[in-house]
């Protein structure tokens, strides 16, 4: 991996270390916070192996005959798969106790994506579509402002965070934390993606489909409430 | 069956997918030997364009350079007719760089052969790959040296169409 993306990968991790942090002993049970940092650390290595696999396959990069390749991070990680991924191991990792680890982790997730967000930075790769606005950033050496619309999604993601972590303290339903903050990365994606500039199609349907799923385990954690009316186990 | 089994079972599948998924993207045998240049014929070749350029310096034993040609073959063709893509491959044999061009689908931008990689260096550039980024006319308006990521390539093509505009 490039110098660059390492300082966009500590950002990210950085994120999620002092999110965990702030909520060990507050909206977590203290000694859980070792075990929900590998559970995300472990999850967001899974979801970078198999995106970067997924773009090397899309590619018609063989990943067994080329194995050094997978290495190469900046020649492109597949979102969709690498998304998937994470989350499907997430799940793995958590499911004795899923719903309430996956709440306890969510916010510090959400941190994550933020540092790694704002660790366009560090890329050099913030800027988008260009934009007449005070605040348009121009490429060096050029006179042309652009949205810089990594810091805007790293933005609306630490406002989720702090959203997150304050609604968690009041203890809602099972799942419904971790509903919220996966349809509030969708819908940051979603709405961040018109600005961004790519080669082909964007994959806005995937953001969508992130965001209904999201929903659809919110709605789970608070119908199940009705029917349990015990409070949530903690993590 | 146990889970380990299953694991593995899944892990061939997995394997065998993968090395399916895999293929040439054009015979090779429809490759032509590519041209041979030199830095007089490159800087007469930008300074006659009537299109902004972007040119990649790559080579077929450059394992960066495999992972940033999908992306620079999906660029060529989305940019098509508006911006000129020029590979130049540095160092390298022509049976190496014919199967490159073949592996990734390369044959929708000209390519030329610089056996001695005097091309990059008169441009100002170190290693592979590079990508350089030209206004009409040839003059130089970026050099990205180092595997190009899609968010940079697409936002320096903008830059040129705008320049163009």
């Not at chain 1, 979801?47 to 190469?72: E, F, K, Q, Y």
């Not at chain 1, 600005?195 to 919110?218: F, H, K």
Request: charged share 15%; proline share 7%.
């Amino acid at each position: 991996m490039e110098f660059s993306l390492l300082g966009a990968a500590a950002a990210g991790l950085a994120g999620m270390y002092v999110v965990l942090r702030w909520e060990a002993g507050g909206g977590n049970a203290a000694e859980s916070t070792r075990s929900l940092w590998d559970l995300l650390l472990t999850a967001a290595i899974v979801g970078l192996v198999v995106g970067r696999v997924a773009s090397m396959l899309g590619g018609g990069t063989n990943p067994l005959t080329h194995p050094g390749d997978i290495l190469i991070v900046r020649g492109g990680v597949d979102t969709r798969t690498a998304a998937a991924a994470a989350l499907l191991t997430a799940v793995v990792v958590a499911r004795r106790n899923l719903m309430p680890r996956l709440d306890a982790a969510a916010p510090a997730a959400l941190a994550g994506l933020a540092g790694w967000q704002a660790g366009c930075l560090a890329r050099g790769a913030c800027l988008g579509t260009p934009t007449g606005l005070p605040w348009g950033m121009p490429q060096p050496g050029s006179a042309i402002g652009r949205h810089p619309v990594e810091l805007y999604a790293a933005l609306l993601l630490v406002v989720g965070v702090v959203a997150l972590m304050a609604w968690k303290r009041r203890r809602p339903p099972p799942g419904t934390i971790t509903g919220v903050a996966l349809g509030w990365a969708g819908a940051v994606r979603l709405v961040t993606e018109p600005l961004r500039l790519g080669i082909g199609g964007g994959p806005e349907w995937w953001y969508g489909a992130g965001i209904a799923l999201g929903c659809a385990v919110a709605a789970w954690g608070f119908l199940r409430r009705r029917t349990e009316p015990d409070g949530p186990a903690q993590p | 069956m146990t889970l380990r089994r299953r694991w593995r079972i899944l892990l061939a599948a997995l394997a065998i997918g993968a090395a399916a998924c895999s293929s040439a993207s054009v015979p090779i045998e429809g490759i032509p030997p590519l041209e041979a240049t030199t830095p007089a014929a490159i800087r007469a070749l930008l300074a006659e364009s009537q299109q902004p350029v972007v040119l990649n310096v790559w080579a077929s034993w450059c394992t960066p350079c495999r992972s940033e040609a999908p992306l620079l073959r999906d660029a060529a063709a989305q940019a098509a007719g508006k911006v000129r893509f020029v590979g130049i491959d540095v160092r390298d044999q022509q049976d190496g760089a014919r199967r490159f061009i073949a592996e990734f689908g390369l044959d929708g931008f000209e390519h030329y052969f610089d056996e001695t990689g005097a091309v990059p260096a008169d441009l100002g550039g170190v290693g592979v790959p590079l990508t350089f980024f030209f206004a009409p006319g040839g003059e130089l308006i970026a050099a990205h040296r180092g595997v190009i990521d899609e968010r940079t390539l697409a936002l320096q093509i903008d830059e040129l169409l705008r320049i163009e505009g």
